[in-house]
């Protein structure tokens, strides 16, 4: 493999990659622009000799963000449930998308993504009512490095430079929990509405919504049938579809514990305190 530079104009140099095509045996040439002396013209020569024969190099295109993220979303519809690429989708378009999809993939850099993480900030909000939280932000910089560590990995770039920037710091709330008193307050509240099983479930138990809802019959708690809390609905535009909660067995196993070391229900609906002789619970599924 060989190489040479052509001078076009002052400071203007044309570097010329020879290259044998293993299929059909003929050489071709690959051409790039250069600005700058005659000596550092030489030395990014060698640089991309260097890169093409270390499988490194990367092909300039004029492919730009905002193409190769639709490219991304399309692969990724495969490889992830329908209401994370719902959400994928919806941080590409309306966040990410606005701010760097213009720019030429090749020529993104670490500044760029660091001005845009400003910007949506400041006045990221599409009302133009102020910037997005720093949780969204983070958010889009979780979407965007895995997307760019993709491209790397289709040697459609060198290197993610969305690894080089830091997202903002989010800061945590503290969450306000309801006590004893409030807790048996809600349980009686609720007793004679549709909600009492739901909120029974959540407050003793610590389930997720989405696992109270997708219990195909939440009384088999008590009555040791086999029901399993192994899929929850999910709600991704335009079709409904379910998804495989990942957290399943630790749903189940939070239900069991609670009810092990706190307190039994009884069908009349008074409280008592746990003990040996209540009733044997379902085991945790194998």
Request: charged fraction near 25%; include cysteine; hydrophobic fraction near 35%.
């Amino acid at each position: 493999m060989k190489g040479h530079i052509r001078e076009r104009s002052p400071g203007q140099w044309a570097i010329v990659i020879d290259l044998h095509n293993p299929e059909t045996g003929k050489r071709r040439r690959k051409w790039h622009s250069f600005r700058g002396t005659k000596r550092k013209a030489q030395v990014k020569c060698s640089e991309l000799i260097a890169a093409i024969k270390g499988e490194t190099y990367v092909d300039p295109s004029r492919q730009t963000v905002g193409q190769y993220l639709d490219k991304w979303l399309t692969y990724m519809a495969s490889q992830i449930s329908p209401r994370s690429h719902e959400r994928y989708t919806e941080i590409v378009k309306k966040n990410l998308a606005p701010v760097l999809g213009a720019v030429c993939l090749t020529k993104l850099r670490s500044r760029h993504i660091a001005e845009a993480y400003t910007k949506a900030l400041a006045n990221g909000r599409r009302d133009g009512k102020g910037g997005l939280s720093a949780s969204t932000v983070v958010y889009m910089h979780r979407v965007l490095k895995q997307a760019l560590a993709q491209a790397v990995a289709w040697r459609e770039l060198v290197r993610n430079e969305a690894g080089a920037v830091k997202p903002p710091k989010v800061e945590r709330k503290q969450m306000n929990v309801l006590d004893t008193n409030a807790t048996a307050a809600l349980i009686e509240a609720a007793r004679d509405t549709t909600l009492f099983v739901p909120i029974l479930l959540g407050v003793t138990t610590g389930m997720r919504r989405g696992e109270v809802v997708a219990l195909r019959c939440v009384m088999s708690i008590w009555i040791r049938d086999k029901s399993r809390s192994r899929r929850a609905p999910s709600r991704p535009k335009p079709e409904f579809a379910t998804s495989r909660r990942k957290a399943a067995r630790g749903a189940l196993w939070r239900c069991q514990r609670a009810l092990w070391t706190s307190y039994a229900i009884t069908a009349s609906g008074k409280r008592r305190p746990f003990s040996s002789s209540a009733p044997d619970y379902p085991k945790m599924p194998s």
